[in-house]
């Protein structure tokens, strides 16, 4: 079983930058990819970035694509997000989320930035970005 806690959130002008950081708790990080989702006031929750361990692969939502960059420090079992030229819509609470890791490719992409496919999840961290 995992544990996760996030920090990192604030509020930050368009433009601006802010890095998310996740701790998990347990001995067998490095056996779980890894993602950030995140929710709007009103939205569903919407998939962001994940990172894998096994296969190496790293995937990110259109959206943020260019502008965040996910990584991860075993050694540290942490998992970052780093949000650059941020816009006020990617105002949200983030989640820092972990699911089992596989080697198979196929897994990876059919669970990926399936929020289902997620079994531990984070409280979670305010963004705000103020126009």
């Given amino acids: 079983q995992v544990q996760l806690v996030e920090s990192g959130g604030g509020l930050v002008q368009a433009g601006g930058s802010l890095r998310l950081s996740c701790a998990a708790s347990g ?6 990819a890894m993602g950030w989702f995140r929710q709007a ?3 569903e929750r919407e998939f962001v970035a994940a990172k894998s361990w096994s296969i190496g692969l790293t995937y990110y939502a259109d959206s943020v694509k260019g502008r965040f960059t996910i990584s991860r420090d075993n050694a540290k079992n942490t998992v970052d997000l780093q949000m650059n030229t941020l816009k ?3 105002t949200a609470v983030y989640y820092c989320a972990a699911r089992p890791d596989s080697p198979l490719i196929s897994k990876w992409n059919t669970a990926r930035s399936d929020s289902a ?8 961290t305010q963004v705000t970005v103020s126009s």
């Fill in 41 to 43: 006031p009103g939205k």
């Fill in 117 to 124: 496919a997620y079994a531990y999840w984070g409280q979670g």
């Fill in 88 to 90: 006020p819509e990617d």
């Fill in 27 to 32: 001995r067998t990080f490095s056996s779980y």
